[in-house]
């Protein structure tokens, strides 16, 4: 199928396959000629063109910035059920990207993206369970929810469950079933997890298996969260309490070295709404 023909009617007659293909070359294009070209796929009605264009429009990537009309196309997904779909609609409402904040209406479309399947909607409706989010908090639905995502390999939301073992809500507390959780979640590459896992294994007396997780942790978190670890970190060589045992010197050294980094790491910049990832 030729990218530069993608009108109704060749859209209408090509093979998922083909579609798929050609979106990637898509992609790998000009983003001003891709927008276009995407904008052509999306109204012949190709459901990961309506996605991805919307995200582009979210983002301003290759297309002026409209939320507003991000949100018309992830709204013509969703009309076929893609769950992707229903989750970026969560998300325009959780942030109020393109329509006013409502927490209710997030809710609401992260539960129908979550019960369609997709790991990052049962994510964004267990978090919203947890925190009561535009719905009452119910905090043994969400750790079904993450237990759900994780599952399917969702990393955040494995990181999530070992914040419900540490943290004693709804389980028993538990540090031995959080760390494993967290890394788990190190493991899927989530930052968080590999901070959190780093964190117990530091407090155990385990540093030498604790540095390399602290030392990926630039690799995917964004500046902001780089920022308070750096405060951590700090928080670790300088206690409030000076009863507490301090960090032998060579790790004390490399916890300095990393402050360093995060400080000046500019970090990953937060994901789009929800096809790669959920803004936080």
């Not at 199928?1 to 090509?14: K, P, T």
């Not at 083909?18 to 276009?36: F, K, S, V």
């Not at 993450?146 to 507390?173: C, P, Q, T, Y």
Request: aromatic content about 8%.
């Amino acid at each position: 199928m030729d990218s530069a023909a993608l009108d109704s009617r060749a859209i209408n007659q090509a093979s998922p396959e083909a579609l798929a293909a050609d979106l990637q070359r898509i992609l790998a294009g000009p983003p001003e000629q891709a927008a276009a070209t995407l904008r052509a796929a999306a109204e012949g009605g190709v459901v990961q063109a309506q996605l991805v264009y919307g995200q582009w429009l979210l983002d301003g990537r290759g297309v002026a910035r409209d939320p507003a009309q991000a949100v018309q196309w992830f709204e013509h997904a969703s009309r076929k059920g893609e769950p992707m779909a229903l989750n970026m609609l969560g998300q325009c409402h959780a942030h109020g990207w393109g329509v006013p904040a409502n927490p209710l209406l997030a809710a609401y479309w992260f539960r129908l993206a979550a019960l369609g399947g997709l790991d990052w909607g049962m994510y964004n409706y267990a978090t919203a369970l947890a925190l009561g989010q535009g719905i009452p908090a119910d905090r043994a639905a969400a750790l079904d929810w993450f237990r759900k995502a994780a599952a399917l390999g969702h990393a955040k939301s494995s990181n999530m469950i070992g914040s419900f073992h540490e943290d004693g809500w709804v389980v028993d507390r538990d540090e031995d079933a959080a760390l494993a959780h967290y890394l788990r979640a190190a493991q899927g590459g989530d930052f968080r997890g590999r901070f959190n896992a780093a964190r117990l294994l530091v407090a155990r007396g385990r540093p030498d298996q604790a540095l390399p997780w602290l030392e990926r942790v630039p690799d995917t978190a964004t500046p902001a969260f780089l920022r308070k670890a750096a405060a951590w970190l700090r928080a670790w060589i300088e206690p409030e309490d000076r009863a507490a045992p301090a960090l032998a010197a060579e790790t004390a050294d490399s916890i300095r070295r990393l402050i360093r980094i995060y400080e000046r790491h500019p970090g990953t910049p937060p994901p789009g709404a929800g096809i790669a990832g959920p803004r936080t």
